[in-house]
């Protein structure tokens, strides 16, 4: 009888609507055999490779390499897209096994002797093989990565290094599942009427609906979840209330107990410093930024530095303004961090005449969905229709067929757009499938992309409409860039496909795509009243534009002290106290009392659940001067969809992947390399 274990082939063979997943034939206790069984497959095509008698050629080894562990790529993207949008206890405690071993598989590959030789020898024959571009692109990102991994490294060592990868991504997994069990485990249930003073009706519905879904009909419940928490604290008139919501806000991670992040982040710090010194680099912050558009940790924080001192010069000015509403009010009390978003909504309403809650009418989630994929026609070409009768891994989540000019697919698209206790907060685009021209089981042309947007917006009460903040509006637009980088990808190899570029890169797409929100054309035409469908007057539609720097030195304090704070940490040694750090940091700085970093490190997922943005979270703002720059190149001509433009940008940016250099690409769409001054002049930091 053969011992290989029982595996649900629905993991792997994916023959649902348009090649999707069933996802509704898949239990979680199938995952671990899958796994088990994918890791092993994976093993024997390595060997197969490693082992190839032949002499080493780019089809036999890095092509070969590139098609491999198929069915491990299909289990996880599987497992992960559920780990992070719909988890449960089951699927944490796989979690907590499946990423050390997932971390020691690789780690094996990555110091396999004879496949690196194979590698190795291609590389140093590389300007002899006659290859492309993007094949030189892919074997350089192989060399690099193996060579990352401790491919030169004496045994000892490589043994020290896999241990160490195991071991983070091991408190990677645990950083992240303590973050969100504390963001579940904690809610202000509301009965009495009183304590709601100032919420407009929008906030007091999400409020009601999530006191439901924990059980308190009836009553409502401000959460953690950025869509409740952040108008609750930007309305509520209740100060003592908003104090104690922000202060739990701002607590996640450091709550003491099984889900305290602290003695998580000491051991990453110490293990990514080992990590960098035993591959030859002074720190991690310099390991990281080696393959990227900013290449040093000097480049990196003379950015940072150079818009900290004009945000924060601001921030005072608009701190200043807020003591004197304080003090106007009868107050006595200085500006706090909860009452920043209060007061200074206040002014905004005062300066600019409209609130947020005037707004939000007109911002239907639908509606604005219906933006995306109109800025995406007129830009690109592409509809979606939506599927209404297959499933998702949630009902909540939407299915869409993404199509060409010609009604030819190019990709399928999911959107998950409400919060829920199982899903982590934030926003993200991932894919079940990245594209790529390869033949893969015997299919000729490769693999079409699977791409999904993961949002938290607050789920409106049975019968309501899900309506949006601008800033949540914003956020559907960024994600759905990232996902028209995954979906428009036209490249023959899947390591360089879509969002497989530079960390400080990949920001481009998506903030880039933000712009397109507030084309005063979209905006008219898709910002309606939800009630009446009118357009949005405009006057308020002048008013929202007139209104775009506003709180500009709150907005980038939050952010550039975050981004500070991730580099020192990852340019010093072992830290024994990293909260001292910070502390240290933040002081040296001079943040104001009245802010907080907008990622507290016990809770800056983006850094410590997982090593996505460690050392990387300037890449924001890096991509921010990238994408101030080439809008400007729309503006410039006088039409913000100008299609030869367009079409520029598709091929050039959006469809090339990481299949070349990033600056080449950005020259070749804009002509030159931008400077910081239209990001500046954008935020309305200019000097």
Same mark, same amino acid.
């Given at each position: 009888?053969?011992?290989?274990?029982?595996?649900?082939?629905?993991?792997?063979?994916?023959?649902?609507?348009?090649?999707?997943?069933?996802?509704?034939?898949?239990?979680?206790?199938?995952?671990?055999?899958?796994?088990?069984?994918?890791?092993?497959?994976?093993?024997?095509?390595?060997?197969?490779?490693?082992?190839?008698?032949?002499?080493?050629?780019?089809?036999?080894?890095?092509?070969?390499?590139?098609?491999?562990?198929?069915?491990?790529?299909?289990?996880?993207?599987?497992?992960?897209?559920?780990?992070?949008?719909?988890?449960?206890?089951?699927?944490?405690?796989?979690?907590?096994?499946?990423?050390?071993?997932?971390?020691?598989?690789?780690?094996?590959?990555?110091?396999?002797?004879?496949?690196?030789?194979?590698?190795?020898?291609?590389?140093?024959?590389?300007?002899?093989?006659?290859?492309?571009?993007?094949?030189?692109?892919?074997?350089?990102?192989?060399?690099? /990565? !193996? @060579?990352?991994?401790?491919?030169?490294? *004496?045994?000892? &060592?490589?043994?020290?290094?896999? %241990?160490?990868?195991? #071991? +983070?991504?091991?408190?990677?997994?645990?950083?992240?599942?303590?973050?969100?069990?504390?963001?579940?485990?904690?809610?202000?249930?509301?009965?009495?009427?009183?304590?709601?003073?100032?919420?407009? /009706? !929008? @906030?007091?519905?999400?409020?009601?609906? *999530?006191?439901? &879904?924990?059980?308190?009909?009836? %009553?409502?419940?401000? #959460? +953690?979840?950025?869509?409740?928490?952040?108008?609750?604290?930007?309305?509520?008139?209740?100060?003592?209330?908003?104090?104690?919501?922000?202060?739990?806000?701002?607590?996640?991670?450091?709550?003491? /107990?099984?889900?305290?992040?602290?003695?998580?982040? *000491?051991?990453?710090?110490?293990?990514?410093?080992? %990590?960098?010194?035993?591959?030859?680099?002074?720190?991690?912050?310099?390991?990281?930024?080696?393959?990227?558009?900013?290449?040093?940790?000097?480049?990196?924080?003379?950015?940072?530095?150079?818009?900290?001192?004009?945000?924060?010069?601001?921030?005072?000015?608009?701190?200043?303004?807020?003591?004197?509403?304080?003090?106007?009010?009868?107050?006595?009390?200085?500006?706090?961090?909860?009452?920043?978003?209060?007061?200074?909504?206040?002014?905004?309403?005062?300066?600019?005449?409209?609130?947020?809650?005037?707004?939000?009418?007109?911002?239907?989630?639908?509606?604005?969905?219906?933006?995306?994929?109109?800025?995406?026609?007129?830009?690109?070409?592409?509809?979606?229709?939506?599927?209404?009768?297959?499933?998702?891994?949630?009902?909540?989540?939407?299915?869409?067929?993404?199509?060409?000019?010609?009604?030819?697919?190019?990709?399928?698209?999911?959107?998950?757009?409400?919060?829920?206790?199982?899903?982590?907060?934030?926003?993200?685009?991932?894919?079940?499938?990245?594209?790529?021209?390869?033949?893969?089981?015997?299919?000729?042309?490769?693999?079409?992309?699977?791409?999904?947007?993961?949002?938290?917006?607050?789920?409106?009460?049975?019968?309501?409409?899900?309506?949006?903040?601008?800033?949540?509006?914003?956020?559907?637009?960024?994600?759905?860039?990232?996902?028209?980088?995954?979906?428009?990808?036209?490249?023959?190899?899947?390591?360089?496909?879509?969002?497989?570029?530079?960390?400080?890169?990949?920001?481009?797409?998506?903030?880039?795509?933000?712009?397109?929100?507030?084309?005063?054309?979209?905006?008219?035409?898709?910002?309606?009243?939800?009630?009446?469908?009118?357009?949005?007057?405009?006057?308020?539609?002048?008013?929202?534009?007139?209104?775009?720097?506003?709180?500009?030195?709150?907005?980038?304090?939050?952010?550039?002290?975050?981004?500070?704070?991730?580099?020192?940490?990852?340019?010093?040694?072992?830290?024994?106290?990293?909260?001292?750090?910070?502390?240290?940091?933040?002081?040296?700085?001079?943040?104001?009392?009245?802010?907080?970093?907008?990622?507290?490190?016990?809770?800056?997922?983006?850094?410590?659940?997982?090593?996505?943005?460690?050392?990387?979270?300037?890449?924001?703002?890096?991509?921010?001067?990238?994408?101030?720059?080439?809008?400007?190149?729309?503006?410039?001509?006088?039409?913000?969809?100008?299609?030869?433009?367009?079409?520029?940008?598709?091929?050039?940016?959006?469809?090339?992947?990481?299949?070349?250099?990033?600056?080449?690409?950005?020259?070749?769409?804009?002509?030159?390399?931008?400077?910081?001054?239209?990001?500046?002049?954008?935020?309305?930091?200019?000097?």
């Amino acid at each position: 009888m053969s011992s290989k274990p029982l595996v649900n082939t629905a993991l792997v063979e994916w023959t649902g609507h348009q090649g999707l997943p069933h996802f509704n034939l898949v239990v979680d206790s199938d995952f671990g055999p899958a796994f088990d069984a994918a890791l092993a497959l994976h093993d024997g095509e390595i060997d197969q490779i490693a082992g190839n008698p032949e002499a080493p050629t780019f089809a036999n080894t890095i092509v070969a390499l590139e098609i491999a562990g198929d069915e491990l790529s299909r289990v996880s993207a599987l497992f992960w897209n559920k780990a992070g949008a719909h988890t449960n206890e089951v699927i944490q405690a796989l979690e907590r096994e499946i990423a050390p071993k997932m971390s020691r598989h690789y780690s094996k590959i990555g110091m396999n002797v004879a496949l690196f030789a194979r590698i190795d020898a291609l590389w140093e024959a590389k300007d002899t093989l006659g290859l492309t571009l993007e094949q030189s692109r892919v074997l350089e990102r192989h060399w690099k /990565g !193996f @060579v990352r991994s401790g491919a030169k490294l *004496a045994k000892p &060592e490589q043994e020290r290094l896999a %241990k160490i990868n195991e #071991t +983070l991504a091991g408190l990677g997994a645990s950083f992240g599942q303590n973050v969100l069990a504390d963001e579940k485990g904690w809610a202000l249930v509301l009965s009495d009427e009183a304590d709601l003073a100032g919420l407009p /009706g !929008f @906030v007091t519905e999400a409020m009601a609906a *999530a006191a439901t &879904e924990r059980g308190d009909a009836g %009553k409502y419940a401000v #959460t +953690l979840s950025r869509s409740i928490i952040e108008p609750f604290l930007t309305f509520s008139e209740r100060r003592n209330l908003r104090e104690q919501a922000f202060e739990a806000w701002v607590a996640r991670g450091r709550n003491g /107990g099984a889900t305290d992040n602290r003695e998580i982040i *000491a051991q990453t710090l110490a293990l990514r410093f080992e %990590k960098a010194t035993l591959l030859g680099y002074a720190n991690y912050a310099e390991l990281k930024l080696d393959n990227t558009m900013a290449k040093t940790p000097e480049a990196v924080n003379e950015l940072l530095t150079t818009v900290w001192g004009k945000a924060v010069a601001r921030a005072r000015e608009e701190e200043g303004d807020i003591a004197a509403l304080i003090s106007a009010g009868g107050g006595n009390h200085d500006v706090m961090p909860w009452d920043w978003r209060f007061y200074s909504e206040k002014i905004r309403t005062e300066r600019f005449d409209f609130s947020e809650a005037e707004l939000k009418p007109y911002l239907q989630l639908d509606k604005i969905i219906d933006a995306c994929f109109d800025v995406a026609n007129r830009l690109f070409g592409l509809h979606a229709v939506e599927i209404y009768d297959t499933p998702a891994y949630h009902p909540d989540v939407r299915v869409f067929e993404i199509r060409d000019r010609s009604n030819a697919l190019v990709a399928m698209f999911l959107g998950d757009y409400f919060a829920r206790p199982s899903k982590r907060s934030g926003a993200w685009m991932s894919a079940f499938q990245s594209q790529h021209k390869l033949p893969l089981k015997n299919e000729a042309l490769g693999e079409r992309p699977i791409i999904y947007n993961v949002c938290n917006f607050a789920k409106p009460a049975e019968g309501k409409p899900a309506l949006l903040s601008m800033g949540d509006a914003f956020t559907l637009f960024h994600e759905f860039g990232h996902a028209l980088h995954g979906m428009l990808s036209d490249v023959t190899y899947p390591s360089v496909a879509g969002t497989g570029v530079s960390r400080d890169f990949v920001e481009l797409p998506s903030q880039l795509y933000e712009h397109w929100l507030t084309v005063p054309e979209i905006l008219k035409q898709y910002a309606v009243h939800y009630q009446t469908g009118e357009p949005m007057p405009q006057a308020l539609l002048d008013k929202v534009l007139a209104a775009r720097t506003f709180n500009a030195g709150f907005n980038t304090v939050e952010f550039t002290s975050s981004a500070l704070v991730d580099m020192a940490f990852h340019t010093r040694g072992p830290v024994e106290d990293p909260m001292a750090v910070q502390a240290e940091v933040l002081e040296a700085l001079g943040m104001p009392k009245s802010m907080v970093m907008r990622h507290a490190s016990p809770h800056f997922q983006h850094v410590f659940a997982g090593d996505g943005y460690s050392a990387g979270y300037y890449s924001y703002m890096w991509s921010e001067v990238l994408d101030a720059d080439a809008f400007a190149a729309f503006q410039e001509t006088g039409d913000a969809f100008n299609p030869d433009l367009a079409e520029k940008l598709r091929a050039n940016i959006y469809s090339v992947g990481g299949s070349i250099d990033p600056e080449d690409a950005y020259r070749a769409f804009r002509g030159k390399l931008p400077s910081p001054d239209a990001m500046l002049a954008q935020k309305g930091l200019a000097a």
